[in-house]
């Protein structure tokens, strides 16, 4: 079936910069979304890559993509108290029609 | 309009109760889902309609019935629920492509 592993938690100084990683094993997955989640709110979407893209920036966001090893990443530069939130890796596997969520990584931005 | 519009915010409800949770999107987009997301867990996925259909139902108990009446609209209708079915309740809809794939603020459930 299909799963998404992520580093649980991560801790940053502010200004830094912070990287979340990412696996899964859904070799359909034709989009890879990132999702932020504050406490008690919905998912907000801050980014997205299409699968034949290994790189894609938006503002202070980068994604990396190893299509091959099944590897995504979310960087995030300049972290600021307001980035701290739990966020989603989350393939959508058009074959199934789902999105696909792992457990999230906490990151927590400390003066 | 990029939303997705979950409709009530919170709910309280008793376990002999009958309530429906909504949700509207106006984008366009045609598939559309339902997830149960409990504390400091992620978001699981319990239905998902694809062009007005129900195309996945992730072996959820009939206590919970969803329903598409129109492309635009999904519901989430709730009877006998017991309390560990306390949850947010989030909808999704995801767009021709899945280049968009938005979520709403959810509704936050408890049953008493």
């Known amino acids: 079936g299909e799963d998404v592993e992520q580093s649980l938690f991560l801790s940053v100084r502010e200004g830094d910069s912070s990287v979340i990683n990412c696996t899964y094993t859904?070799?359909?997955?034709?989009?890879l979304y990132w999702y932020k989640q504050e406490p008690g709110a919905g998912l907000q979407l801050l980014t997205y890559?299409?699968?034949?893209?290994d790189m894609k920036q938006d503002q202070r966001l980068t994604v990396l993509l190893n299509k091959k090893d099944k590897h995504l990443s979310l960087r995030i530069a300049d972290t600021q108290t307001g980035d701290s939130a739990i966020y989603f890796c989350?393939?959508?596997?058009?074959?199934?029609?789902?999105?696909?969520f792992g457990a999230g990584t906490r990151l927590a931005v400390h003066p | 309009d990029t939303e997705v519009t979950q409709t009530p915010k919170h709910l309280v409800m008793g376990m002999t109760n009958k309530k429906s949770l909504k949700c509207e999107q106006h984008?366009?987009?045609?598939?559309m889902y339902w997830y149960k997301q409990k504390a400091k867990k992620p978001p699981e996925l319990m239905f998902v309609?694809?062009?007005?259909?129900?195309?996945i139902n992730e072996s959820v108990p009939s206590r919970f019935s969803p329903e598409c009446p129109n492309s635009s609209l999904l519901n989430l209708h709730l009877h006998a629920l017991q309390p560990e079915d306390s949850a947010l309740y989030l909808c999704?809809?995801?767009?021709?492509?899945?280049?968009?794939?938005?979520f709403g603020q959810g509704t936050r459930l408890t049953v008493v």
């Open positions: 999704a809809s995801v767009g021709q492509g899945a280049t968009e794939a938005f």
């Open positions: 859904d070799s359909s997955s034709t989009y």
């Open positions: 984008m366009g987009h045609r598939a």
């Open positions: 890559i299409f699968s034949n893209m």
């Open positions: 989350v393939p959508f596997s058009g074959g199934y029609n789902k999105l696909i």
């Open positions: 309609y694809s062009y007005e259909k129900l195309s």
